[in-house]
């Protein structure tokens, strides 16, 4: 149960906010909630909607069929709560869709002063209430997160009691507990019903299902998605420095790092040379932690779907914070802010997205990308939002061998057949994304020539390849000249070179 949100909003009612904003999906747990609430507060709960009018909680079945005070604009709902004289709280829901009505704004600053004398709290329910600029300053913000492993847990034991389902071992409760994870209670309690009726009980095939249910689900929440993905570290060629800052942070976040005195790690930005493993380190972390990995589309948050940018973002943060410990991946990151220095809704957004950076409380750790520094805004890479700022420069000479080794080893090739060291010297400024087209390319003359993958056919692709760095020379060593001063070698190998060789632009 989320005890948190209902002490907040009972915080929110005893310091004398007039006017609570409450954002979320679930109406139905809101309104559990604010009952909760209202009982600490020792205040009468009424509920307002456009439809039904001025109601009692407990009159919710028959709304549909009949019409109470109020019902039909929100000027009419205010003047039925005018004549309401005893402590209490108001939920008016849909507010997102009522709060355009000048009228009705009109009328709740009118009433202000009386809801203060009466004791009475209104109470803006919605998936996101954008407030009028005239009550900016005259409403409390509470969101309900979505529910935790505790909710869950008492939802699914009461949801078996009543189905008359095996209760199953207690680990298959907490599996399909962390399995529900992200999911409103509703959903939930859909996906749960539905799997343990499939699988005729609650064992590891209901818990598989509640995997693919939910992964269905959350498709509706369109700027996040789930990835999965075997490769580890072990399948990233070289940035033995980064490898070894994760490999550090690995055991910190459970409670015995906590006893230590170690914060939760934030996340890392890291910048670089397109093509050189920034996306591909951030899902090996996520398989060397063991945690779920979500990707945050920029994209999609600004496409113009049923909701606004600004909910998109806050529901995407939600799921995360449910699921956490989680890796939360956001490619390109700098193509989201380019956008917002153009717009203001976008910039709106991404000032939402600093501030939860920097102030999350959750193990939500955030990995983001990016190709171009010009698109970053200061403000993004101070100290704060992530733990540190790696620079993924070019693979050396020993990090080329290493990379086209394991991509001969995936492909089924022993490396050692081959001579690597040779192969690194001859690739030299291609990328770790270009080494592997150059021997998926040489795999392919191979295969027309019906015979085995020889070292020719990779000394001819490698060649053949041209460059990223070539096109983009320049780019590249303006990127190189910011990063040396302000991030840290993703590699040892590029901190060696700097020392012996001075600038980088030669690599």
């Not at 969101?143 to 492993?149: C, F, Q, R």
């Not at 962390?178 to 539905?194: D, K, M, N, P, Q």
Request: aromatic share 6%; charged share 25%; glycine share 8%.
């Amino acid at each position: 149960m989320s005890a948190s949100a209902t002490g907040e909003l009972a915080d929110l009612v005893r310091a004398g906010w007039r006017v609570i904003a409450l954002e979320t999906f679930e109406e139905d747990r809101a309104l559990g909630q604010l009952e909760r609430a209202a009982k600490q507060c020792e205040r009468g709960l009424l509920v307002w909607s456009l439809a039904s009018g001025l109601r009692a909680p407990a009159s919710d079945a028959p709304a549909a069929a009949r019409e109470h005070p109020g019902a039909g604009s929100l000027d009419a709902g205010l003047r039925a709560v005018a004549g309401e004289t005893r402590p209490l709280l108001v939920a008016l829901l849909d507010a997102q869709r009522v709060l355009a009505d000048p009228l009705a704004v009109r009328r709740i600053r009118d009433l202000l002063p009386l809801f203060a004398e009466r004791r009475q709290t209104l109470v803006l329910v919605g998936p996101v209430v954008e407030l009028p600029l005239e009550l900016l300053r005259e409403v409390g913000r509470v969101s309900l997160p979505l529910p935790g492993a505790g909710e869950l847990q008492a939802l699914f034991l009461k949801v078996a009691e009543q189905a008359r389902l095996a209760p199953g071992a207690d680990d298959a409760l907490a599996a399909a507990v962390r399995a529900a994870l992200g999911l409103t209670s509703s959903e939930a309690i859909r996906v749960f019903r539905r799997a343990c009726r499939s699988a005729g009980g609650l064992n590891q095939a209901a818990v598989e299902d509640i995997v693919r249910e939910k992964r269905r689900a959350l498709r509706r929440t369109p700027a996040l998605s789930f990835h999965e993905d075997d490769a580890g570290m072990a399948q990233v060629g070289g940035l033995s420095e980064l490898k070894r800052w994760l490999v550090e942070r690995q055991r910190a976040f459970g409670d015995e790092a906590r006893a230590f005195g170690l914060p939760e790690p934030r996340g890392l930005l890291l910048l670089g040379v397109q093509g050189c493993g920034k996306s591909l380190c951030a899902k090996a972390v996520a398989r060397e932690w063991q945690l779920p990995l979500l990707r945050l589309d920029v994209a999609a948050l600004f496409a113009g779907g049923i909701q606004s940018p600004e909910a998109s973002l806050r529901e995407a943060v939600q799921v995360a914070e449910s699921l956490a410990p989680a890796v939360l991946w956001i490619d390109e990151i700098e193509k989201g802010f380019r956008a917002a220095d153009a717009d203001a809704a976008a910039s709106r957004v991404f000032g939402s997205f600093l501030t939860w950076l920097s102030e999350k409380r959750v193990p939500v750790f955030v990995v983001a990308t990016a190709n171009d520094v010009a698109g970053l805004p200061p403000e993004l890479l101070r100290r704060g939002r992530f733990d540190e700022l790696f620079f993924v420069d070019l693979p050396s000479a020993s990090e080329r061998a290493e990379i086209l080794a394991i991509h001969l080893r995936r492909r089924g090739r022993d490396p050692s057949h081959y001579r690597l060291d040779e192969l690194a010297q001859a690739s030299e400024r291609l990328t770790g994304a270009e080494l592997e087209q150059a021997v998926a390319a040489g795999l392919y003359t191979a295969f027309a020539g019906s015979r085995e993958l020889e070292e020719e056919d990779l000394a001819n692709a490698l060649q053949e390849t041209v460059p990223i760095y070539d096109t983009y020379e320049e780019r590249i060593k303006e990127l190189r000249d910011w990063a040396r001063t302000r991030a840290r070698p993703a590699s040892v190998d590029g901190r060696v070179a700097e020392l012996f060789a001075g600038p980088r632009s030669s690599r």
